[in-house]
């Protein structure tokens, strides 16, 4: 990197730094000139653009969740809707080395944001954009008859993120019968069995 890059470009070096490190080592570990040393910055650099590990962790779950967002707009938008509750769902899923260290980050942050009021709100404020999205997209198959007219599609949508949320917590944690082909067959068993009751079932 050299000594005259942009601010952006910086801030993304460190973000990209953080995600290994905390992957490697966790928040309790992890130290800014663990940090400063992955994106073979001094430690001085990474203070100038963040003052504390609070600030780092909060620059760094925003990164994720920024990926997540990129991701979720690349999914297109087709009928029939169940397959776009599919693809959209499976971008949160661990399927590969990136979304494995953004899992880690976010297990991470969602730890501290027990403690952390700041960091609960941006949970809480992405989780609630999440939600809107999946109920929006339940209630279009609702409407198109995919999906029975007596379920409730916020009641539906929080049951489905809760859902994905406990495959990414227990492929992290549980690790055996959480891989990404036994998550994928999970997530789609579970669309089966919500979608079975549609009118047109």
Not at 28 to 43: H, K, M, N, P
Not at 67 to 86: N, S
Request: with cysteine.
């Amino acid at each position: 990197m050299t000594r005259h890059a942009d601010p952006d470009t910086r801030r993304l070096q460190i973000a990209e730094a953080l995600m290994s490190t905390l992957s490697e080592r966790g928040l309790g570990s992890t130290t800014l000139a663990d940090v400063a040393a992955a994106a073979q910055v001094s430690v001085g650099l990474v203070q100038r653009y963040f003052r504390s590990k609070d600030e780092l962790l909060i620059f760094g779950i925003e990164h994720v969740y920024q990926r997540a967002a990129e991701r979720v707009g690349q999914v297109p938008i087709t009928v029939p809707v169940r397959d776009v509750v599919m693809r959209l769902m499976e971008t949160f899923l661990p399927l590969d080395r990136e979304r494995e260290s953004e899992l880690r980050v976010w297990l991470n942050f969602l730890q501290a944001s027990l403690t952390n009021p700041k960091m609960a709100a941006i949970h809480q404020a992405a989780t609630s954009d999440l939600l809107d999205g999946v109920t929006d997209a339940l209630a279009a198959a609702q409407r198109s008859g995919e999906l029975a007219a007596a379920l409730a599609p916020e009641a539906e949508a929080a049951a489905l993120v809760a859902f994905v949320d406990g495959l990414c917590l227990h492929h992290a944690t549980t690790g055996p019968g959480y891989d990404a082909e036994s998550m994928r067959a999970a997530l789609a068993g579970y669309l089966e069995r919500l979608f079975g009751q549609g009118t047109g079932a």
